[in-house]
Nanobody, 125 residues
Framework: QVNLVESGGGSVQAGGSLRLSCAAA????????MGWFRQAPGEEREGVAG??????THYAESVEGRLTISKDSAGTIYLEMNNLRPEDSAMYYC????????????????????WGQGTQVTVSL
């Protein structure tokens, strides 16, 4: 059984930083991607950053340069978020898929196999 658990969300002022974590348990694919999606109230969920087993990353254009995805050897992925803007406010979800590259973990939400419960990020002026 695969379990993804996000943490690290919170409330910050515009220009501030947050670091999200997603701990993965039971995810044993040799080739995979993991990524971060977000959904603001009234909006569709969108992919923001993905990473594969080799550390190859892909970002949505709207966040490139401000958000950085990384992973460690234990299977935890991170999303370092800098220079946050009010429009970054959303519920952030971790997702994972076997046998796909990092592009898919941003651009193909429907292909994700596993999802976490989400962690809220709120950015105020």
């Amino acid at each position: 059984q695969v379990n993804l658990v996000e943490s690290g969300g919170g409330s910050v002022q515009a220009g501030g930083s947050l670091r999200l974590s997603c701990a993965a348990a039971g995810f044993t694919y040799d080739h995979y991607c993991m990524g971060w999606f977000r959904q603001a109230p009234g909006e569709e969920r969108e992919g923001v950053a993905g990473i594969d087993e080799d550390g190859i990353t892909h970002y949505a254009e709207s966040v490139e340069g401000r958000l950085t995805i990384s992973k460690d050897s234990a299977g935890t992925i991170y999303l370092e978020m800098n220079n946050l803007r009010p429009e970054d406010s959303a519920m952030y979800y971790c997702a994972a898929a076997g046998a796909l590259g990092s592009w898919y973990c941003v651009e193909r939400e429907e292909m994700m196999d596993y999802w976490g419960q989400g962690t809220q990020v709120t950015v105020s002026l």
